[in-house]
């Protein structure tokens, strides 16, 4: 004789209750931690982005303070390089009177100091010709030095940009880290709180159920 199986009885709504309840309890346990353990990553990821922002704005204001010193540089090269140029044909000038007078001596036979007249006026004349050529390589390193300078100055301000971006966004995350630990401690006291109401409840219950 087969035996009836017993009909299936519905789960005692305490047992259900008390699932639930441990259920959410996990939930908001498991997802408070997760939430604490994403806000340290992030607070650890805003410090370095803050470090390395106040790095490249240290780095730009060197560069930008490089800059300042090679304008100034460019300023005395080109300063240099005008005097070069005037005195070039001061001595010059002075070359060509010489030689005009040595040619005034020769005509009166005065072949001596002709000669020693044409020399100085041959030497000066060199000089001359040297102090215009270092004029051109003066000029060449001003206009070297003058790129020089805009271009540490472009490197420099893209640095202290790049810091700025990188302070704002440390910020950013700092603030999105201190919302997560908010929000993960909630959920943790939730848990906890929700929890102990289920215990309160299983406590009641016993009591009841000895009485």
């Known amino acids: 004789m087969n035996e009836q199986k017993k009909p299936m009885q519905p789960p005692n709504p305490e047992t259900v ?28 990821q805003g410090d370095l982005e ?73 030497r000066l004349r060199e000089l001359a010709v040297d102090n215009i050529m270092r004029y051109g390589a003066l000029r060449a390193l001003a206009h070297t030095l003058d790129e020089t300078g805009e271009m540490v100055a472009e490197l420099g301000a893209a640095e202290v940009a790049e810091g700025t971006a990188r302070l704002d966004l440390a910020d950013a995350v700092s603030a999105n880290s201190e919302a997560m630990a908010i929000a993960g401690e909630e959920m943790i006291a939730e848990g906890l709180a929700t929890l102990a109401a289920a215990q309160g409840a299983l406590d009641i219950s016993g009591e009841l159920d000895t009485e």
Not at 27 to 32: E, H, Q, W
Request: charged fraction near 25%; hydrophobic fraction near 50%.
């Open 17 to 44: 209750d008390a699932a639930m309840a441990a259920a959410y309890v996990s939930n908001r346990l498991t997802r408070g931690e997760d939430a604490l353990y994403l806000a340290r990553h992030r607070a650890a």
């Open 50 to 122: 803050a470090a390395a922002g106040a790095n490249d704005l240290l780095q730009g204001a060197d560069m930008l303070a490089a800059s300042e010193n090679i304008d100034s540089m460019t300023a005395v090269v080109h300063s240099l390089n005008e005097e070069d140029l005037d005195d070039a044909m001061e001595i010059g000038s002075i070359s060509g009177e010489l030689a005009v007078i040595s040619d005034v001596l020769a005509s009166l036979e005065m072949t001596t100091m002709s000669d020693f007249l044409l020399d100085r006026s041959q």
